[in-house]
């Protein structure tokens, strides 16, 4: 990022007495983590269950740690999973973790998200899977993505770090897919300290879940601590109760601070004059605002000149050093170079935002 004077935040989380107080709670009670996923942690995997509506949710310490043990659930090693290159590291690390290959395509240049008709040209005889990111809040067209997986019975996992309280075909993500992977980062819609989720949607989701409880907390299989076993690999994934408690707050006024963002973004679409830029959806929770700006560096510096946080999310993936590729992602490469997101967060005011907006009309 871009920082000089900081006025106004890229990201900002939103709170007020209720996290406080439950903070405080759970440091007063002195239980404060548990491998078993008990207390807070628990009720916040119900809670969010009912918010989405999905079969079963399994609260983690990180969207990462949730691609990670979604991609553990298939058998991937020397085989190819096609996802979208704009989209955060963690996507492909979690492929490469399992021992597949990550296979990559191009976006829709309104979405930033995986264009179906590309994914159609890399399934090959080696593919068994596709990873669609909803970029931005933005839903990926899952219909079309479920069209392509079904023929060839690939899985898909879905990777909605973006996406809480996004709508596709008037159901929230999270009820769609086999498995979708949530982040809960401080700078994402619903903020923790750190914290993830899968929503598992499997006609087995509870076979499902018992596997995920146990990879989660090093592969062991009692819930209560005593006289444990281990029958297989796992990591160190489980929630803190700080997380879930804060989670249970946040989720509570989450359809509230996403309806600000969606106000905002309205906005933003209406009057900032450029023609590239996020279109405006009422199913998009607008974690992230985009343009695309030519002269990119010099912008972002006169905006933080004028206390306006910038971000330029993402780097395209197959354009870093670990994931070098032949492939020509035309739209990726050209918004990888161009984008620029502003800040798009519920604390913002009416003046910030009027401020933000004749600021980049300014110099743009």
């Not at 709508?167 to 929230?172: E, G, H, L, V, Y």
Request: net charge positive; aromatic share 10%; glycine share 6%.
């Amino acid at each position: 990022m871009v920082k000089m004077k900081k006025e106004i935040k890229l990201f900002d989380p939103s709170i007020d007495a209720s996290e406080m107080n439950a903070v405080s709670k759970v440091l007063k009670s002195k239980f404060w983590a548990s491998g078993s996923g008990n207390g807070l942690v628990k009720k916040f995997e119900t809670q969010f269950q009912k918010y989405i509506k999905s079969k079963s949710c399994i609260a983690v310490n990180s969207g990462t740690a949730a691609l990670n043990l979604a991609f553990s659930l298939f058998d991937i090693k020397n085989k190819e999973v096609i996802l979208p290159s704009m989209s955060f590291v963690s996507s492909a690390h979690c492929i490469v973790e399992h021992g597949g290959i990550p296979i990559f395509v191009d976006i829709e240049p309104d979405t930033l998200c995986i264009d179906p008709k590309q994914i159609r040209k890399k399934i090959s005889k080696k593919t068994v899977g596709i990873l669609p990111v909803h970029f931005g809040g933005m839903p990926s067209n899952l219909t079309e993505i479920q069209k392509l997986a079904k023929p060839s019975n690939l899985f898909i996992v879905e990777d909605a770090a973006h996406a809480v309280g996004t709508k596709f075909n008037n159901q929230k993500i999270g009820s769609h897919g086999t498995i979708v992977c949530f982040s809960f980062h401080p700078v994402k819609n619903l903020a923790m300290p750190t914290g993830g989720l899968l929503a598992i949607n499997h006609k087995n989701h509870n076979k499902l879940k018992d596997k995920l409880f146990s990879r989660r907390w090093c592969g062991i299989t009692n819930r209560t601590f005593t006289d444990y076993d281990v029958h297989e690999i796992g990591w160190n994934y489980y929630m803190n109760e700080f997380s879930a408690a804060i989670g249970l707050e946040q989720l509570k006024k989450l359809d509230k601070l996403n309806k600000i963002r969606k106000k905002i973004a309205k906005k933003y679409f209406d009057e900032i004059n450029i023609t590239e830029k996020m279109p405006f959806s009422k199913d998009c929770s607008y974690h992230l605002y985009w343009i695309l700006v030519k002269n990119r560096q010099d912008f972002r510096q006169k905006l933080a000149r004028n206390g306006i946080e910038t971000g330029t999310h993402y780097k395209p993936i197959h354009k870093m050093r670990m994931y070098p590729t032949s492939n020509k992602l035309p739209v990726t490469e050209k918004i990888g170079k161009e984008i620029v997101t502003i800040p798009i967060h519920p604390n913002l005011t009416s003046s910030d935002v009027n401020n933000i907006i004749s600021k980049i009309n300014r110099f743009i």
